[in-house]
């Protein structure tokens, strides 16, 4: 289905692949890991036919269903049903038949409805064709399972927040490649899924018939889904294929690294010893020959070990020293939003004060994106005002990264979150940031655009540093994280002295930030923080 040869991927004068061949079959389903900034949202690019190799070559057979960290559909003015069903052709068909009911209904002679009649059944005969009232309810399950309920369907899709866009593309792949047995390339599909959605996920995968390979840090859906592992090594610009299942490869790796360690530590020694020994012998004229050999038998024994993995580096995440501010920095009092006909919540109070830990919870399209981006000003309520208090600085994290300018540097970026903050810092204490964040050398000079997912939260976490914000509001802020680099945001967030107000799915964001308010929408009722609540996260 899908075949690669001598595949060369870089990232500027990085190499992220070399020579790579590569082959995916029906009943393939891989997982495609490896530490955030090795490369693999561009291998799946590539693959998907959206970015273009270095060197090399990619054969693709039979149909593709590609889900992007960050999709972009091009008309934003369809509702979120349309789009889904758009993947087999329903959306116009249904849209044409339905004008042709209405002009039937107001059609002022036979001839006329008899033309409008035969047109009304060639339309029906290839709504038939392509699955008819059976694929539409198939559609709706999709739907349904990963937690898209039909206000929301109903909705244009500019109306809808980032999660419930990514949810409504991910519906449509799978509806389309469903039913085709054709390869789907999911990058991190369980982001903004609730935890009954990503149970339904992995069923899903698990039955599929055609390809896959998914991009993922969820541990319970790579151990459930795949049956093979491509690891793409940042270090050696490979990928090691894997023909196993996730557990298995992980017992694998680990005993390969044992052995590799156990053979360079013996081999090292033995080495030692003969260079030991050929030193002495070399003093000797007469025994040059002999310390000659040991030399060569030294080499020898060195030359031939596998490569020992190097261990990956780890970004050092911290958030910024807070501004000193007044004891509230924030209050928001009275805000409502709506989007056309529908009400996403009303009269929501909000007070952050100084060194406060606010979570907000809700089901998904309950509104929690939409509330903190008003807290932050990043958007207009329709009712109720933001009253800030001395000194208030805001730091904002958006989950979908719309505060970073594709075509901009990463450098710049943060010249741009220093200047905010008076401007204080030359561009090399901001590369220094950035090295601690893993962006060093000409990384620096890479548009935001070219950057993965995990990268771009690295960019987003690191323009906060600059910014001696005292309220840090954070969506989703360990998505597209390796577990290393979650580990550390985690840390981060227990370590910050400053506000925070937090969305999360993620349990352990929350148990790190331990809350002292909830704030429960769509009602907006604010609660003391129980550990009760903590259940509501995975399924918010």
């Known amino acids: 289905m899908i075949t690669v040869s001598g595949l060369e991927l870089r990232a500027g004068s990085r190499i992220l692949l070399s020579d790579t061949a590569l082959r995916v079959q029906p009943g393939d389903r891989i997982g495609l890991v490896g530490r955030n900034g090795a490369g693999k949202t561009t291998t799946l690019k590539v693959l998907a036919g959206e970015g273009t190799p270095y060197a090399g070559s990619v054969d693709r057979r039979g149909p593709i269903?590609?889900?992007?960290?960050?999709?972009?559909?091009?008309?934003?003015?369809?509702?979120?049903r349309d789009r889904v069903l758009s993947a087999r052709g329903l959306d116009t068909l249904l849209t044409e038949m339905a004008k042709l009911q209405t002009a039937l209904a107001e059609a002022a002679d036979d001839g006329q409805r008899d033309k409008l009649v035969r047109r009304y059944g060639n339309l029906e005969d290839r709504f038939a064709a392509l699955g008819g009232y059976a694929a539409e309810a198939e559609a709706a399950r999709i739907c349904?399972?990963?937690?898209?309920?039909?206000?929301?369907?109903?909705?244009?899709?500019?109306?809808?927040?980032?999660?419930?866009?990514?949810?409504?593309?991910?519906?449509?792949?799978?509806?389309?490649e469903g039913a085709s047995g054709g390869t789907l390339l999911l990058d991190e599909p369980t982001n903004h899924l609730d935890a009954d959605s990503i149970t339904w996920?992995?069923?899903?995968?698990?039955?599929?018939?055609?390809?896959?390979?998914v991009i993922s840090h969820d541990v319970e859906l790579l151990a459930d889904v795949v049956n093979k592992v491509w690891y793409l090594d940042a270090n050696r610009?490979?990928?090691d294929a894997y023909n196993m299942g996730?557990?298995?490869?992980?017992?694998?790796?680990?005993?390969?690294?044992?052995?590799?360690?156990r053979e360079r530590a013996n081999a090292e020694r033995k080495a030692g010893a003969l260079q030991a020994q050929a030193a002495k012998l070399g003093a000797k004229a007469t025994k040059a020959t002999a310390a000659q050999n040991m030399a060569r038998r030294a080499e020898k024994l060195l030359s031939g070990l596998e490569e020992v993995r190097v261990a990956d580096k780890v970004a050092k995440v911290r958030f910024p020293n807070p501004a000193p501010c007044?004891?509230?920095?924030?209050?928001?009092?009275?805000?409502?939003?709506?989007?056309g006909s529908l009400e996403v919540f009303v009269d929501v109070d909000v007070n952050v004060d100084r060194g406060s830990r606010v979570v907000i919870l809700g089901l998904n399209g309950a509104g929690k994106t939409t509330l903190l981006r008003l807290i932050g000003g990043y958007e207009q309520p329709d009712t109720g005002e933001l009253v800030p208090g001395h000194g208030l600085r805001i730091g904002y994290y958006a989950q979908e990264h719309e505060t970073l300018d594709v075509d901009r540097s990463v450098l710049e970026h943060m010249r741009t979150a220093d200047s905010a903050n008076g401007g204080k810092q030359t561009d090399t204490d901001l590369r220094k940031i950035l090295g601690a964040f893993l962006f060093s050398g000409d990384d620096v000079d890479k548009p935001a655009g070219v950057l993965s997912g995990g990268e771009k939260t690295r960019l987003a976490l690191a323009t906060l540093v600059t910014s001696g914000a005292n309220v840090l509001l954070l969506d989703e802020p360990t998505n597209n994280l390796d577990p290393i680099s979650r580990e550390q945001v985690l840390d981060a967030i227990s370590r910050f002295p400053g506000a925070i107000v937090l969305v999360t799915h993620d349990p352990g964001a929350v148990q790190a930030l331990r809350p002292d308010r909830a704030i429960l929408l769509p009602d907006g009722d604010e609660d003391a923080w129980s550990d009760d609540l903590l259940e509501l996260v995975e399924l918010a």
């Not at 349904?144 to 519906?171: H, K, M, V």
């Not at 996920?201 to 390979?213: D, E, N, P, Q, T």
């Not at 996730?246 to 360690?261: A, G």
């Open 65 to 80: 269903g590609y889900l992007p960290q960050d999709p972009r559909t091009g008309d934003l003015d369809v509702t979120g």
């Open 144 to 176: 349904a399972n990963l937690a898209l309920p039909d206000r929301s369907l109903a909705q244009p899709l500019r109306t809808l927040s980032g999660g419930q866009r990514r949810r409504i593309e991910l519906a449509r792949i799978l509806f389309s």
């Open 201 to 213: 996920l992995r069923g899903f995968l698990s039955g599929h018939k055609g390809g896959l390979i």
């Open 237 to 239: 610009s490979v990928v």
């Open 246 to 261: 996730w557990k298995k490869y992980q017992e694998q790796r680990e005993t390969d690294e044992r052995r590799r360690r």
């Open 326 to 339: 007044g004891k509230v920095p924030l209050t928001a009092r009275g805000l409502s939003k709506s989007y």
